[in-house]
């Protein structure tokens, strides 16, 4: 038990062997939990998805520096891996749970007009239309785009019109 202890520390007061032995293991555990939580979890870069990210590091990190006890830390990460999992997985199967956690694409711009009502509501202008647009489809302005959707990643997503 001793040798865990000079690995290891406890509290706060840690030297750099027993911060690295942390940072190893918290290294280790968190590819687990990755695998845990999923891989849409760090792929999709939703809101709900970036949730884990957040709280994860901020949990992990406070085992790493001594700030909180070493094995709850783990508890409540690991945890938090399950509950976004279930939650995703919920959110696949029930389309009302999926928009509660998730939330629906909205239309910003339709058939040559700009819905300003959705606009305000996302806070977005038609400056930052225009730059998705010229970056996503190489078109100089709106008059190829039939559509313009606030995605429920964030992004925005743009339908041409067909030739």
Known sequence: MEIIYKLFGEGKDLNVLQMCMR??????????????????????????????????????????????????????????????????????????????LKGNACVLFKDGRFLYENMDAFQVCEKDMLEMVRIDTNLPDFEKVKEIYMERTGELGIVKKEE
């Open 23 to 100: 940072a190893l293991v918290m290294f280790i555990f968190t590819l687990i939990i990755i695998r845990i939580a999923g891989r849409r979890s760090f792929g999709m870069k939703m809101p709900f998805d970036n949730i884990i990210t957040i709280l994860l590091g901020a949990i992990l990190s406070r085992a790493v520096a001594g700030a909180s006890p070493f094995f709850p830390t783990i508890a409540a990460a690991t945890l938090l891996a399950i509950l976004h999992r279930v939650c995703a997985w919920l959110a696949m199967k029930s389309d009302s749970f999926g928009r509660l």
